[in-house]
Structure formats: C-alpha cells, structure tokens
C-alpha cells in the first residue's frame, strides 16, 4: 500500500499517516460561511481537499472515506445582509430573507466549486442542524468546569485547558499581548471565547438553558464533527487564517468536552493567495470572485490546474499568464487523450508525489514526462486522480471564436490573390500556427480551429 506523509501543523513535521480506521478514514474541512460568493482564495482548500479525498480514495478505496465539510449558515454577517435587503425593501420576514440568503449562497457555492472540478463530500452539513448538539456539547464543557455562563453568554476558559496554544505555537499570555482581544466585563480572562450568545428580538435564536440566543462559531465545527464523524477523526483542514483563533478554540473545547480522545489527528493548513504579486484586495481592485473568473471566460479546469502548480503549503500568485499557460498545456493534453481509454492505475509517480505531502507541482511535472513520453492512457488516469481531464470538463475547448481571426485571413488572402504577394498571407499563418491554431483554406473559405498546443495569449498581436 502506498505509504503517505502529510505535513502536520500540530507537530510542524512531516509524518506518516496512519488512519485510525483504514476501513473508514474521515477527514474535515471547515466550509464557507454562506453570506455571499466564494473568492478565488476560498477555493485553495477546496481543490487541496478535494486532491486528499481522491488521494485517499485511491490508496483505501473509494467507500472507505468519509469527507465532511460544513456551511455556516447562522453568522452575523449573513444576518446582516438579509437586514440590508429587508432594509432595501425585499418582501419578507428577516428570518425568510436568510434562509434566502443562505439558500441562494450554498447554490452559487456548489456551481462554483463543481464548475472547478471538485467532487461533492461525502457530508455537507449545515450549523442549524446541529443546534442541539452545540446546545449540548456546552452543557457539558459547564458541568466539567471548561466553561462558564455569564450574562446570557457562555464562554469558554481558557486557562482550563494547559494546551491552549500549541496549535498555533504561541502561549496564551503572548496571545494576549499580541492580538486583538474583545474587553467585555463578563469574561474572566481576556483571551476567553464564546460559546453561546444572546439573541435581541429581531435577531435569529434558539431557546436554550442560558436564554434564547444563538451559537459562537466555533463551537459548531466540533459539534458537527462530533456528530458525523466521532469525538477523534484522522485530519481536520483550512487555511493558515484559521489556525488562530478558530482551529485553535476548536481544538481546546472538543478535547476539553472529550478528554480521552484527540479530536484531530492531522492538522493540514495551506498558504494564502496572491493577485499578480499583490494580496488580493477589493481597496486594490484586484479581488476576485470564482465566479468573476468564470464569466472572463477562464474555464473551471484552467483554474485548477494554476492551483495546483503551487504545493499548498507555499503562498499562491495568480496570473494572468499562468492561466493562459495552463489553457495551453490543458489544450494540448486533451488533444493527445481524444479517443483513448485511461490507463487501468495511475502512474507511480504521480501517485508518489501526491502521497509525499500533496505534491500537486510533482505530480504535474510527472504529467508532463508522461505525455512527453506518449504515455497519453497513462496521462488520463494519473490526470484524474488530480481533478484534471474529466469527461464532463472539457465543454470549454469548443468556447474558442477564433471567427474574426478566420476573416482577417480570409481578406489578407483575397488581397494576395489579386497582388501576387501571398508575403502576409504566410506571416498571418506562421503567427496562428505558432499560436496552436489548425488552418484549413479552401474554396469554402477560412476556417480555423484550436490545436492541440493552442494558446490564446500568443493571439494578442492580431487584436
């Protein structure tokens, strides 16, 4: 069996893995808050899960994994958002107007994250289900002396729990004099995080034994993960934003409400994205949606394939460039694959690569031997283990309008047929065909199509 090694945030090495259950290996991946559409920086460990989860799915077979990934749906910034709609003049409750809200989110998420070749998890669930349990879980942080109830609030204690910081690396004084704390009069300590809040009479709430109110974030990841997946699950995942504070309160209260258990055993974290060298920012103009590239025309495959020249553990810069170099090299091996049948196993060492630490780069630029090497059936079933060459992902070859290039031609010809000098005519077609362009010319006229190494980026000088 293939041995993988994954980097672990909570040791900071690279271990072996090793499932608690290799009959049932379950991962966790803290989903989307669901107030408004995914950015490009959302969808990192999107793609990065969804590599492990078919990863893992290879090594121990399709039915013996198990992937959850959440939905926030009851967060203050949705609710402020049906507020502004209400506020706008929308028919409807506010309570109507999130559940719209969120309903109209989780739909835009699925196209978006689908259109860029991720499979669904196994579980998707949602924090108002799982009220109850969030209800419960801190009852019994309570009754072991982890939490505490003041007014109307129940916050977590910190100092309860002597291994508060170790995910992060930072001890809990530090934490203080470092980082942003909310001062409120209720709290013991400072760095003390919330359970459970009150709810006003406008605002969302379930009744519960503190008074009607609703939950902290963090506290609905462990509950959720408990319930699907066990009180110890083998990796638990997000971007390095979440370390801190979330993973961090996750972490303590689910092994405080579980003290014979580990909760995560892997902590997997990937690096930030960058916007052609710049943090992506609105103030900046360089923010991006999944969606916004999309509707540009960038195809969900192309997207996926500049993700996964970086390793997820280094920061990502998005460009232009690399997507058209992606588009190229995607044209190229969808050409060399038409009409072949996958390989029956993936080459070993594109598996190899992925199993060292999701090595996403490795595993491309065994790709690249293999299609070099004319292993096209090999290239297939290696590409799919990575998201790439999917039947259902190639709708975008046939999106090319190369028809204002075909005219353009076509009267550059017409011209040279009368002048003698076909000098253009070969200089227009050496610059398409270098472009990956097929020409065809006859007595129907021009008619060009994409290669298999075409490159739009190389048609700019004909603009």
């Not at 309008?401 to 011209?415: N, R």
């Not at 009368?418 to 070969?426: E, G, H, P, Q």
């Amino acid at each position: 069996m293939t041995t993988i090694k994954l980097h672990n945030s909570k040791t900071r090495e690279k271990e072996v893995f090793t499932p608690i259950d290799p009959e049932n290996v379950r991962i966790y991946l803290c989903g989307p808050t669901v107030y408004d559409r995914a950015h490009i920086g959302n969808a990192r460990n999107v793609i990065m899960f969804d590599v492990l989860f078919r990863l893992l799915r290879q090594v121990y077979g399709l039915d013996h994994v198990t992937y959850v990934r959440n939905f926030t749906d009851v967060d203050d910034k949705i609710n402020a958002e049906a507020l502004r709609r209400q506020n706008a003049g929308e028919a409807g409750t506010l309570e109507e107007l999130i559940h719209q809200r969120t309903e109209e989110t989780i739909a835009w998420y699925h196209a978006d994250m689908d259109a860029l070749g991720n499979l669904r998890p196994t579980q998707e669930p949602r924090a108002t289900e799982y009220i109850g349990q969030m209800i419960a879980m801190t009852e019994d942080l309570i009754a072991k002396g982890h939490a505490y109830a003041a007014e109307g609030h129940v916050l977590f204690d910190v100092r309860s729990f002597p291994e508060y910081g170790r995910l992060s690396g930072r001890s809990v004084d530090d934490m203080i004099a470092g980082a942003r704390v909310e001062v409120a009069p209720y709290k013991r300590d400072p760095m003390d995080f919330v359970l459970w809040k009150p709810s006003d009479d406008v605002t969302p709430g379930w009744d519960s034994p503190w008074g009607r109110g609703r939950p902290g974030w963090h506290i609905e990841c462990s509950a959720m993960s408990q319930a699907l997946l066990g009180p110890s699950f083998d990796i638990h995942g997000g971007g390095t934003d979440l370390t801190f504070p979330h993973h961090e309160n996750e972490l303590a209260q689910s092994c405080c409400a579980n003290p014979d258990e580990g909760f995560a055993n892997v902590w997997l974290h990937n690096e930030m994205l960058q916007v052609e060298g710049k943090k992506m920012s609105k103030s900046l103009g360089n923010f991006f949606t999944v969606r916004d590239l999309l509707d540009q025309g960038i195809a969900g495959e192309v997207i996926r394939f500049v993700f996964l020249q970086t390793h997820y553990r280094k920061t990502m810069d998005w460009t232009a460039e690399k997507a058209a170099q992606a588009e190229a090299t995607l044209r190229k091996w969808r050409g060399f694959v038409e009409g072949i049948e996958p390989a029956p196993n993936p080459l070993g060492p594109v598996i190899d690569a992925l199993a060292d630490d999701l090595n996403t780069a490795g595993a491309l630029a065994a790709l690249h031997e293999a299609a070099g090497q004319g292993d096209y059936a090999g290239l297939l079933a290696s590409a799919r283990v990575m998201g790439l060459l999917e039947d259902g992902m190639g709708d975008w070859l046939a999106a090319v309008d190369l028809s204002g290039y075909a005219e353009k031609l076509a009267m550059v010809w017409a011209a040279a047929k009368l002048s003698k000098d076909f000098t253009a005519v070969d200089a227009m077609k050496a610059a398409l065909i270098a472009a990956g362009v097929e020409i065809q010319m006859g007595k129907d006229g021009v008619v060009l199509q994409p290669g298999a190494g075409f490159d739009a980026g190389r048609l700019e000088a004909f603009e």
